[in-house]
């Protein structure tokens, strides 16, 4: 079983940063895939962000060079600092890790831009 724990979600102004945390417990190796996804309301859930093993991101087109996600294997924690955040970011922003077998998610942690 795996468990994951977002954390650093809240109100901040366009133009602002905020730093995400996921926690993760359990069956976990440092060769699992993670990620961040988001659904801002009335939206479907998207990818935002995924790292390999080897820390390399991949990001969405609208979060490039704003976004960054990182990987601390040696605290089973996930990461996503986000800087010059724009309204349009607002959403509950989500931690997963893909294993053969499925995915896990997090309860998500919500992300408010605004003024």
């Known amino acids: 079983q795996v468990q994951l724990v977002e954390s650093g979600g809240g109100l901040v102004q366009p133009g602002g940063s905020l730093r995400l945390s996921c926690a993760a417990s359990?069956?976990?190796?440092?060769?699992?895939?993670m990620g961040w996804y988001r659904q801002a309301p009335g939206k479907q859930r998207e990818l935002v962000a995924i790292?390999?093993?080897?820390?390399?991101?991949n990001y969405v087109d609208s979060v490039e060079g704003r976004f960054t996600i990182s990987r601390d294997n040696t605290k089973n924690t996930l990461y996503l600092q986000m800087n010059s955040l724009k309204p349009e970011d607002t959403a509950v922003y989500y931690c997963?890790?893909?294993?053969?077998?499925?995915?896990?998610w997090g309860n998500g942690t919500l992300v408010t831009v605004s003024s």
């Open positions: 359990g069956n976990i190796f440092n060769t699992d895939v």
């Open positions: 790292t390999t093993a080897d820390g390399h991101g």
């Open positions: 997963n890790l893909k294993k053969t077998i499925g995915d896990y």
